[in-house]
């Protein structure tokens, strides 16, 4: 999900909350080994790993077998989504830092609290507009077996991400 988070590196766009955004983030236009392996004539047999990616970047690339030609498709996707998001990260770096503002001025003006609030939601939900429609376009790229593989790996990122958010709510145990 492209974000700003509320902790010290607010503002930050967070690409990796979602995993169609990671899959992006992992083709980037600067692998030179992708490069590499395009040019005019290219066939589009399915990529092997690429060897200078992560453990966990290659295996999803190898598990969705995308072809050179998807792969150059998410990566503009990327480059799009990328261009996209920075002026709505930085709509909503603004907003949050003018709702803040007027919450700590010296003479409260709770209408102008109110509409510091709609602007900080509306800047989020552009965000949230962008990551929805950058991942319905990365589905588009996806064959219906490559996009099964994705659902599946998908739910169980979700449950890993719960099994660990309940482990660490949990108290420790008495020895």
């Known amino acids: 999900m492209l974000t ?6 607010r503002g930050r766009l967070s690409v990796f909350a979602t995993p169609a955004l990671a899959l992006l983030f992992l083709l980037s236009p600067a692998a030179p080994e992708a490069r590499a392996q ?22 999803l690339i190898m598990r969705l077998n ?10 503009e996707i990327r480059r799009q989504s990328e261009q996209e998001a920075r002026p709505l990260a930085r709509r909503l770096r603004m907003a949050r830092r003018a709702l803040d503002e007027a919450i700590y001025a010296d003479k409260v003006d709770e209408s102008l609290i109110e509409e510091r609030s709609r602007e900080v939601a509306a800047a989020q939900a552009a965000l949230v507009r962008l990551r929805a429609l950058t991942e319905l376009k990365v589905r588009r790229a996806l064959t219906a077996e490559q996009l099964q593989s994705f659902r599946e790996l998908r739910q169980r990122a979700r449950t890993r991400q719960r099994l660990q958010r309940h482990m660490l709510r949990r108290p420790p145990e008495a020895p």
Do not use: C, H, K, Y
Request: charged share 25%; aromatic share 0%; proline share 16%.
């Open 4 to 9: 700003t988070d509320a902790t010290p590196n």
């Open 38 to 59: 395009e040019g005019p004539g290219a066939e589009t047999p399915p990529e092997p790993a690429l060897s200078g990616r992560p453990r966990a970047g290659r295996n």
């Open 66 to 75: 995308l072809t050179r030609d998807q792969m150059a498709q998410l990566r």
